[in-house]
């Protein structure tokens, strides 16, 4: 795994919950893998020995941040990605460079981010605050948990989609390439 990939799973692990309408399909890519790999114990360990630049006592890049999120609960771990993600958006929305007439559309899109956001940021706060606490849920425990941060996470997104489309209607071609594509050199 190159070290731009990397890079990009860890910022895009925690977009806030509509930023893949702000962020490129890749970044959206990236940061699926990322959410699913708590559930996966054990799999960054073995990428990042198998894979990746070595060094953190054998283990690759990938496989110590793997082993860092999990010393963390999973409310701490579920905020951290909220904040990359708010991350991802502040970064593409300052590289887009807005005019005085498009800034308004991106207020209007952020505000539907923010309280899309808050929703998820609540459901984070009903996470165990303690890290091993999750091993004590069943699996319809993590499934019904799963579910509810999807279920958030598409209703963000379905309501970001008008704001977001007026919003990108009014970029120019230079801007909507930035959008669609923020990690690109």
Same mark, same amino acid.
């Not at 070595?54 to 609960?73: C, I, N």
């Not at 425990?141 to 999807?150: G, T, Y």
């Given at each position: 795994m190159n070290r731009s990939m990397i890079a990009g799973i860890a910022l895009a692990a925690g977009m806030a919950i509509a930023a893949p309408a702000v962020v490129s399909a890749a970044a959206e890519d990236h940061a699926q893998i990322a959410q699913a790999e708590p559930e996966q114990h054990g799999m960054g360990g073995m990428r990042g020995m198998m894979g990746g630049r070595?060094?953190?006592?054998?283990?690759?890049?990938?496989?110590? +941040?793997?082993?860092?999120? $999990?010393?963390? &609960?999973p409310r701490e771990r579920c905020e951290e990605r909220l904040a990359h993600r708010a991350g991802i958006i502040a970064y593409t929305v300052s590289k887009l460079n807005l005019t005085a007439e498009q800034k308004p559309l991106w207020d209007k899109l952020n505000g539907v981010i923010q309280t899309a956001g808050d929703k998820e940021r609540q459901l984070c706060a009903?996470?165990?605050a303690q890290a091993g606490q999750q091993g004590q849920a069943t699996i319809?425990?993590? +499934?019904?948990?799963?579910? $509810?941060?999807? &279920?958030?996470?598409l209703q963000g997104l379905q309501q970001a989609r008008p704001a977001l489309e007026a919003l990108y209607q009014a970029l120019t071609p230079e801007q909507k390439a930035i959008i669609d594509h923020p990690f690109r050199r």
């Open positions: 070595e060094g953190m006592g054998g283990m690759g890049h990938h496989g110590w +941040m793997h082993e860092m999120m $999990q010393r963390r &609960s009903n996470l165990p319809l425990d993590r +499934m019904s948990r799963r579910e $509810q941060f999807l &279920s958030a996470r």
